[in-house]
C-alpha cells in the first residue's frame, strides 16, 4: 500500500426532496446505497459514505482510479439514477433536477452534479474534511479557503509551522471564461483577494502547498446556472480539505466557518444570507429556504479504506455563530426584494426576473437626464475580445 495513490472523490445531485426544497428522502439514500455497495463488492470503489445535506444527496467514495474516471463517475450517474427513479415513484418534488441530460458520457462534470476529488499518497495518518453546503454557490468556499491557507490570524500554523511557513498555492477559475491563473501567497495575497472577492464569477478550485505541489483542498466549480443558461437550482458545493501534519489543523480549517459570511444564494438562488454552520441533524432549510448551510465531516483514511465520519459542526462552540447567523438572517430578510439581499443583476440574469422585467420594456419612455451616461463593465467583460 506504501506510495499507493488514493483518490477521494465527492460527487453530489439534488435528485429531489422532500416537502418543496428541504431535504433529501432516506429511500433514495438507501437506493444510492445499494448501487455503490455493489460497486464496493465488485471492487471498483474501496469504500464510500452516502448522506445529504438539505436537498443535496451526496455520494463520498474512496478508490484507486485517479480523478475524473469515467468508471467513477458513470457509477455516481447511475447511482444518481436510481435515486431519481425512487424520487419519481414516491412522487418527491423535483424529482431529477440537477439531471441534465438523459444520457452518460464518460463525465458527469457539465451534466449536472457537482464534483471535487483529489488524488494523493496516503500519509501513515491521513485526515480529511468533506464540507457540503446547501443553497449556495461554491464561490462561498472562497473566504474560508483564503482564511484557511493564507490568513495567520485563521491559521497559526502558517506562522508557527516550518512545513507550512512558506504558503499556498490558489488555483483560481473564472467561470464565465473559463480561464485559470495560479496565484502563490503569501507574495500575491492582494492579487488572489483582487479575483476571490467576485465569488460568482473567480472560484477557487484547489490549494496546494507550495513547498512540495502537494494538493490541500478542492471545490466542486460547477454552476449549474453557467451550465443550463438558466436557474435550474443552486449549485450546494463540496469541497474537500486535508488536515494536520504539514496542512492546518482541523481546528483551523474549522475556524474558517466560525464567521457566517454572506453567501449567494437563499431563496430561488438570488439572495445573499449568511452561511451557517451546522450538524447534519440540522442539514435541512427551512426559513425562506434557508438560511444556506454547510455540514462538515472528518474522515480518516487508511488503507484507501474511510474511517468515521467525524460531525464536526455539531459542537455548541459553534453555537454563538449559529445565533449570529440567525441575526443576520433576520436583518437581511428585512430587506425583502430590495438589493443587497436580493442578488445583483448579473446574476439575476439567470432567474426569472428578466421575463417579468420583459414586460416593463415597452412602457418605457425617454428621459433627459441632463448628461450622456458612459457606462463601464470591466468586471463583467475582460477577455481580449471584450476590451
Ligand atoms: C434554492 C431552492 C429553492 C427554490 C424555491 C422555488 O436553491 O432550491 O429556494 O428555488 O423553493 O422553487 P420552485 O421554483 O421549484 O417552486
Ligand atoms: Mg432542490
Ligand atoms: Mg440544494
Redesign the pocket.
Known amino acids: 500500500m506504501a506510495g499507493q495513490k488514493v483518490t477521494i472523490s465527492v460527487i453530489k445531485a439534488?435528485i429531489g426532496s422532500i416537502a418543496?426544497?428541504h431535504k433529501v428522502h432516506p429511500d433514495t439514500i438507501l437506493a444510492a446505497s445499494r448501487v455503490l455497495a455493489e460497486a464496493k463488492r465488485k471492487g471498483v470503489i474501496k469504500s464510500f459514505y452516502v448522506t445529504h445535506v438539505g436537498?443535496d444527496l451526496q455520494l463520498i467514495m474512496t478508490h484507486f482510479k485517479g480523478v475524473d474516471s469515467p468508471e467513477i463517475h458513470e457509477l455516481a450517474w447511475n447511482a444518481f439514477k436510481e435515486a431519481t427513479k425512487v424520487a419519481k415513484e414516491l412522487g418527491l418534488?423535483?424529482a431529477g433536477q440537477d439531471l441534465l441530460s438523459d444520457a452518460f458520457s464518460g463525465n458527469v462534470r457539465g451534466m449536472g452534479p457537482g464534483v471535487a476529488e483529489m488524488e494523493f499518497v496516503e500519509r501513515p495518518a491521513e485526515p480529511v474534511i468533506v464540507f457540503m453546503a446547501d443553497?449556495t454557490e461554491p464561490g462561498a468556499f472562497n473566504l474560508p479557503l483564503y482564511k484557511i491557507f493564507a490568513d495567520p490570524f485563521n491559521t497559526a500554523g502558517l506562522v508557527i509551522d516550518p512545513r507550512m511557513h512558506d504558503g499556498f498555492v490558489f488555483e483560481v477559475l473564472d467561470v464565465y471564461e473559463g480561464r485559470m491563473v495560479k496565484l502563490n501567497t503569501p507574495e500575491e495575497l492582494y492579487d488572489l483577494l483582487a479575483l476571490i472577492g467576485t465569488p460568482g464569477r473567480y472560484v477557487i478550485k484547489r490549494v496546494y502547498r507550495k513547498s512540495d505541489g502537494e494538493i490541500g483542498a478542492v471545490v466542486s466549480s460547477e454552476r449549474l446556472n453557467l451550465i443550463a443558461g438558466k436557474?435550474v437550482?443552486?449549485d450546494?458545493p463540496v469541497m474537500i480539505v486535508r488536515a494536520q501534519s504539514g496542512f492546518p489543523a482541523v481546528g483551523e480549517i474549522l475556524e474558517a466557518f466560525s464567521f457566517p459570511h454572506l453567501v449567494a444564494?437563499?431563496?430561488?438562488?438570488s439572495h445573499h444570507g449568511p452561511l451557517m454552520p451546522v450538524g447534519l441533524k440540522d442539514a435541512k432549510?427551512t426559513r425562506f429556504?434557508?438560511p444556506p448551510r454547510v455540514v462538515a465531516l472528518g474522515f480518516q483514511i487508511k488503507n484507501g479504506e474511510l474511517i468515521g465520519p467525524a460531525d464536526l459542526f455539531d459542537d455548541v462552540a459553534f453555537d454563538e455563530t449559529r445565533r449570529l447567523a440567525q441575526q443576520v438572517a433576520e436583518y437581511l430578510r428585512r430587506h425583502g426584494p430590495f438589493m443587497p439581499h436580493r442578488l445583483g443583476p448579473e446574476e439575476m440574469e439567470y432567474t426569472t426576473l428578466p421575463k417579468v422585467l420583459e414586460k416593463l420594456k415597452d412602457r418605457f419612455v425617454k428621459a433627459d437626464l441632463g448628461y450622456q451616461p458612459k457606462l463601464k463593465r470591466s468586471e463583467e467583460l475582460t477577455g481580449p475580445e471584450h476590451e
Open positions: 439534488d418543496g426544497h436537498d418534488y423535483a443553497k436557474y437550482g443552486k450546494d444564494g437563499w431563496m430561488r438562488g432549510c429556504d434557508g
